[in-house]
């Protein structure tokens, strides 16, 4: 979709920006450009909708060179998302939201439309934020109404540079999950420009790390944290990079436990003496179509003078996550709850418990096939500028 073709940017007084860059994105991939300040992830951006033109080297969006393309008509396949947002002051949020369609000629009630829609999409209810002027938003909304902006006219393309750095970190954590929604919904083609490796992992499904004007390695989330391409790699996505990894690996069904099951009408004596013939101390409560009901304790059952169903004795399961959730959210989960294991649902179907024990394994699991598929030689080195 996008391809960078020995890409070099050299300014007049001649700083070299961006020094033979070669990659690609493709189609409704979301890329991460992740490096210090100064090393060229805003020159790289810009050069793609043109308001920066390469020195030498080319970029091709969808196998056509933009060089042929003009401006106007290419910055239309672009949505573009800045910092500063720059929404403008005396126009409300809506008909800031409707600039681009109403720029390329939509009736004026399609692009209102179109507007409200967006706003919906990135969590700002339109009857009630439409009507506002942006001076009456915080600044999270505002760059909400920026990424609507962007959106308005449908490009296939999003250019993000660091969309979300003004806002304090939880306002920032919520932007960026409302975002993966809504990209998983709309599946742009994005390139994110970020200062913040945290940012990167969450957000990218590649990263392009730069050195100064290069890209140093570009891969996965999970490659980058568990092989790092060079000791400067390393050294930028830190020595925690074990705990950012557990916001990359999801759980999977094989790393589960499966603990001894009671049924919700099973007695409880009944229930005790099998917990006990197994050297168990509690059990998950499902019923016959396995769905979760609960979890119960030998010493509730077992109890002199219990005389119920296992049902009337389970306690609601509070530590759970859903399968495919990343390994840090349970980990977030079992600490919350103070709790040696966390559930796994499918829906409220049960799957198993997570331990400790299983979530150290997984991790290990990742970093291991990350460095088989580095050592097989993977696919996406080929495309990175030549070192
Ligand atoms: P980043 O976005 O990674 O912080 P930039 O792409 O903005 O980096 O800048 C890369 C390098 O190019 C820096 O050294 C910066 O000072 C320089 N630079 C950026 N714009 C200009 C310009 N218009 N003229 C001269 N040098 C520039
Ligand atoms: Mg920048």
């Not at 390469?54 to 949505?79: K, N």
């Not at 929604?181 to 083609?189: I, S």
């Not at 409560?285 to 389970?314: P, Q, R, S, Y």
């Not at 609601?316 to 840090?328: C, E, I």
Request: hydrophobic share 45%.
């Amino acid at each position: 979709m996008i391809r960078f073709e020995q890409v070099t940017k050299r300014y007049p007084d001649g700083t070299t920006a961006v020094d033979g860059l070669s990659f690609e994105v493709a189609q409704g991939e979301l890329v991460t450009l992740v490096g210090p300040s100064g090393c060229g992830k805003t020159t790289t951006m810009m050069m793609v909708n043109r308001l920066i033109e390469p020195t030498s080297g080319r970029i091709l969006l969808d196998g056509e060179d933009i060089a042929d393309v003009d401006p106007v008509r290419l910055r239309r396949r672009i949505g573009y998302v800045i910092q500063q947002v720059g929404l403008f002051p005396h126009r409300t949020v809506l008909d800031n939201t409707a600039t681009v369609p109403a720029l390329i000629g939509w009736r004026r009630t399609k692009a209102r439309a179109r507007a409200a829609e967006l706003l919906e999409l990135v969590g700002l209810d339109p009857k009630t934020y439409g009507p506002r002027y942006p001076h009456q938003l915080s600044g999270g909304q505002r760059q909400r109404v920026g990424v609507a902006r962007a959106l308005a006219a449908d490009p296939p393309v999003l250019l993000m540079d660091e969309p979300f750095g003004a806002v304090d970190p939880v306002v920032r954590e919520q932007l960026q999950d409302e975002f993966l929604r809504m990209q998983a919904a709309v599946r742009k083609t994005v390139l994110l420009v970020t200062h913040d490796i945290e940012e990167a992992v969450r957000l990218g499904d590649r990263i392009a790390v730069y050195g100064q004007g290069r890209i140093e390695q570009y891969d996965t989330p999970g490659a980058v944290l568990g092989t790092p391409a060079s000791p400067y790699v390393a050294e930028f996505v830190g020595a925690d990079r074990g705990l950012k990894r557990l916001s990359v690996t999801a759980i999977e069904e094989g790393d589960l436990e499966q603990p001894p099951v009671v049924r919700p009408d099973e007695r409880a004596a009944r229930a005790a003496a099998r917990l006990r013939a197994d050297g168990a101390r509690w059990a998950v409560v499902l019923d016959a179509d396995g769905d979760l009901h609960g979890w119960v304790g030998l010493d509730e059952l077992g109890a002199d003078g219990v005389d119920a169903v296992v049902g009337a004795l389970a306690h609601r399961m509070k530590a759970w996550v859903p399968v495919g959730a990343p390994l840090k959210q349970a980990f977030g989960v079992m600490l919350q709850h103070d709790a040696g294991w966390v559930a796994v649902l499918d829906g409220a179907h049960f799957l198993g418990v997570l331990t400790p024990a299983k979530l150290h394994e997984a991790l290990r699991r990742s970093v291991d096939a990350d460095a088989q598929g580095v050592a097989r030689g993977q696919v996406d080195f080929d495309s990175v500028s030549d070192a």
